[in-house]
């Protein structure tokens, strides 16, 4: 049974990047193009890894990851902010919101697979 | 991952970028024009942002740094410590021009001046107060041979153990007690515990003495604390990194007891973890309404995912669902709609130009036959109420439809040429050391895909000329009481079935005596021609006119605006220049929506079957013998609702015929041509209105002076296009539509 990832990213580059090595590594991936896009989904769909960006038009990943921590159907998925500020305040920011962990862009595929194998076994 | 996903994965980024640059620009436009929507900077940031992202992934490393600092001056902006006013917001503009030159270079190859980029990168450094050794923040992101390189990575399954070659083993004590925070933020012990198994052999000992009885659990409290002894070939930094998410959120020791003895109650950790994964399965399994525990799950994750460890620890029969159920619930959900795939929300698509091009012949085809049809129809005297002919209708409205339809697809506002134009006056302008504003309008203005592409190149001539000569030096402006700054104004709508572009500027106009006497010394007129002041501005147009006295590196090149006007008229467009001494010049070009179809007038001139544009028909009337008024000559005018309107007579000025005809026996078709000015165009008469399919006469035939193109009739007959503008401008200068360059010759 694959695990389902879901990645919202505004970034199409960042997107199908993310759907190649995810794909590749057998997950099953969902997108969405910004937080507010990235509720719908989850609205009827289950993912059992979020991957997000930070900074996203609309809603951006703090935000996103607050709606998804009040959410008592998904607030105990894994939430992995992708972002390149590797900078303390954007991490402490990320992890008061509720973010599980992270990964440092620019990712190599074997970094990423293992940032998802630490929050979700 | 294969060379074709890479490339695939390339060709994204790259169209990403440009969008992220046109974004970009215009955000700082918006900007520089004064606008203060906080969306317009967070934009403008997340456009660099996104940039540098993905260049940080195909490891273009000059382009990563220069967006690096580039985006931490943007950020400063953002956060409202740096006012993007005057200055800064010039200094914001030229490094977007910069960094769109990195863009280029990176997809096209080439590359950069570096003094450019160091310039570019001081000036951003000085506006953030940071030095620029922001080089090494971004080289930490961007070296880290993280680069995503184009060959197949090879994933590790989950259970592989990596293994090192003679390695030294060390012993460590891990104590480890989550804070009620690690479980809020979906961090999970298990998992944890699990990476650190991973790391060599285990022991693990839970202390359950904090938990208090069941109906004093806090569901979001954290009651219990580990104890691991890992003997492990990784160092302590590698122990600790396991812990790198919940740093903070726990509280943890390591301690490196290295000659320490093994422990003696061994256990199977992996066991272990099996027990924990399987044991609420299993209970699951043996309940009876295993959705009923989802309430329950919902409420308490928490406190559930520690007990599923703490009690499977202890006694693994006891009642902790987990919500596997659920899961496989979704997840075949999901496969069944499968054909959605990892695309949760796609509005647009893109296609092959190639194929909508096919798309687009082949509904010629379908209009041509469509037409042949209603013709057979005709001929076989088939009355217009049968059922065939009704049919035939339908046919030709879908016909129509479809038509519109693909030519939608093709139609593109002209934003993306317009948008290229603000750069290239900041070049222009700094090059000429001018001072100049852009002011562009009708960006939306849409119009077919290959007409837009093939007007960047005049549109970026006319916009050079204008700066270079039609601007004047800031301090002349000055002297003739003008603002400093000069204006140029790039325009666009759609008039009458065409888009018409202005390139306005309020310059010193064209000086006609330079003009004249540039053209008389390069022997293109002859001394004593009688010009009207229209003529002399239109010599600027005949091949090998420049009036820059040294070739200037602006609007030198090679090119003047003889290429101007005939790649405009190769898009059966024209050119024309209206100028004021002393108020500047507008160059107004006009072209067809699209260069497939045009609705069109079937008419008859001399037994000869033309087509007139539909779109510059304003009217058709049926002349009266005391309408018509001659006056010097050949020339003659009808009278209209109190006006004169000069009449042409199509047949002779295309020289069908060689006599003028009786205007009372044919039709006029009240036209307006170039400027706005009407005129009569003289036809035998009208056979009916038509769409028709345009074949480019030039390509299967020649120039014809005063035809546009060709088509195809629904008989099979091939029919000449009448360029309007260019029939009316042969009678006004009494020859050939031509006559402005037969006087040159």
Redesign the interface.
Known sequence: ?SK?ILTVD?????R??L???L????Y??????DGI?GL??LQD??A?VIITDI???RLDGFGFIEHV?RD??H?????LVLT?E?DAEKKSRA?SA?????I????????L?DAI????? | ?AGN?MD??RQ??F??CEEQLAELESGLLEIEGGGQDP?IV??V??AV??I???A??F?LDELVRFAHVFETVLDEVRKGRLDPAGAVVEVLLRSADVLADLVRVARDGGSVDAERIRAGTDELAALSGTPVATDDAAE???VED???TPVA?A??T?DEVPAEPEPAVFEYTVTFKPHASLY?????P???L??LGRLGEMTVACDTSALPALGEIDPEGSYLAWTIDLKTTQTEDDVRA?F??VD??CDLTITANNGAAPSAEDADFEALLRSIREAPVEVVAEADEPVAAEPII??A??VL?DLAVAVADIAPKAEAPK?EP???K??R??KSDKAAG????QQTIRVDLDRVDRLMNLVGELVINQAMLSQRLGEAGLARSSEFATGLDEFEQLTRDIQEGVMAIRAQPVKSVFQRMPRLVREVAAATHKKVRLVTEGEGTEVDKTVIERLADPLTHMIRNAIDHGLEKPEHRIAAGKREEGLVRLSASHRSGRIVIDIADDGAGINRTRVRAIAEEKGLIPANAQLTDDEVDNLIFLPGFSTASTISDISGRGVGMDVVKRSIQALGGRVSITSRPGHGSTFTLSLPLTLAVLYGMVVTVADQTLVVPLTSIIETLKPKPGDIHGFGGESRVIALRNNFIPLVDVGRELGYRNHSTDPGAGVALLVESDGGAQSALLVDGIQGQRQVVIKSLEANYGRVPGIAAATILGDGRVALIVDVDAVVAGSRNGGSPESVLALAG
């Open positions: 049974m389902t505004d970034s199409r580059t960042m199908e990047m759907l190649l090595a794909e590749d590594a057998g099953h991936v969902l997108q969405a193009e896009k719908e989904v769909k289950r059992d900074n996203m038009p921590r008592t159907s607030r105990a998925v894994p939430i390149t590797s992890r509720g973010a599980t962990g992270w440092v862009k620019p990712f190599h595929p074997v970094k697979v194998r630490r929050v979700s076994g | 991952m996903e695939s994965l994204i980024f169209q990403e969306e967070n934009a940031f997340r942002h996104s540098k992202g993905g940080g992934a490891a930490e992101e961007s993280l680069g995503f990575v994933f590790p989950f809020a933020s979906a961090n999970e298990a998992v944890l699990r990476e396991v790198e998410f903070g959120d919902a409420d994750p928490v995912q919500t659920k899961a496989e979704a997840d959900a999901e990892g695309e949760a929300a």
